[in-house]
């Protein structure tokens, strides 16, 4: 009930691409879906967020893609560069649960030059 | 503005030594706090949470403890360190009255041999 899966493991997309992750969820109890970023030796920074209300969220380059029915999120990295090659990392959480966050297993995503 | 400090940075130490580090949060009160464990190329791992002073819930049975001696300080101890202890800890803190989003701090390196 609690796991939050997401796929793939690892990406590889050349530069100018779309970065597509995704992950789905079992908890229908989830009101808050955020995305972070991690750069190698650093802590997870916050990329976006998106609440179950709304279905789709764009900040710059990166749009999250919600489909309530499905249970399922996503996260696409347009005109991927470089700089976006770090781990990526959904998760899902609920405002009366201490604000306790599920986290997915991460995306390795590596942006070829 | 809110800012979370860990220390220290990096940490290598013999089995069966004992273990503190320590997570401060400036500009905010009453914050959720999280420790979480990070194994080489995985996911986050939750360890124990805290909602206020002295409340501590853990998440995962194991060799660590953790404590909240003011609101805003965070601490995690073992009496004895195991070669399985070693990874990557993360610090992380939540508004408690605010939306989903964990900000994680920079990280301890904790290397046992």
């Known amino acids: 009930q609690q796991q939050v899966k997401q796929s793939p493991q690892s990406l590889i997309v050349q530069k100018g691409g779309i970065s597509i992750i995704n992950c789905a969820y079992e908890n229908t109890a989830f009101d808050y879906f955020p995305w972070y970023q991690q750069f190698p030796g650093k802590g997870p920074a916050l990329l976006i967020a998106?609440?179950?209300?709304?279905s789709e969220k764009k900040e710059g380059r990166f749009t999250i893609s919600f489909n309530k029915s499905a249970k399922q999120f996503s996260l696409h990295i347009m005109d991927s560069q470089p700089g976006d090659s770090a781990t990526y990392f959904c998760a899902a959480s609920m405002e009366t649960n201490a604000g306790k966050s599920t986290f997915g297993d991460g995306t390795t995503l590596t942006v070829k030059p | 503005s809110q800012t979370i400090h860990q220390w220290p940075a990096t940490l290598v130490q013999p089995v069966g030594s004992p273990l503190s580090l320590e997570c401060t949060v400036e500009g905010t009160s009453n914050p959720n706090l999280y420790w979480y464990r990070q194994a080489a190329g995985r996911g986050l791992q939750l360890l124990f949470y805290s909602v206020g002073i002295g409340q501590i819930s853990s998440e995962v049975p194991q060799n660590l403890s953790a404590s909240r001696p003011q609101d805003r300080q965070f601490i995690l101890s073992s009496k004895k360190l195991l070669l399985s202890d070693s990874g990557f800890y993360l610090c992380?803190?939540?508004?408690?009255?605010?939306?989903?989003?964990?900000?994680f701090g920079p990280g301890t390196r904790l290397l046992v041999l």
């Open positions: 998106i609440r179950p209300d709304v």
């Open positions: 992380a803190w939540r508004g408690s009255g605010g939306l989903g989003t964990q900000y």
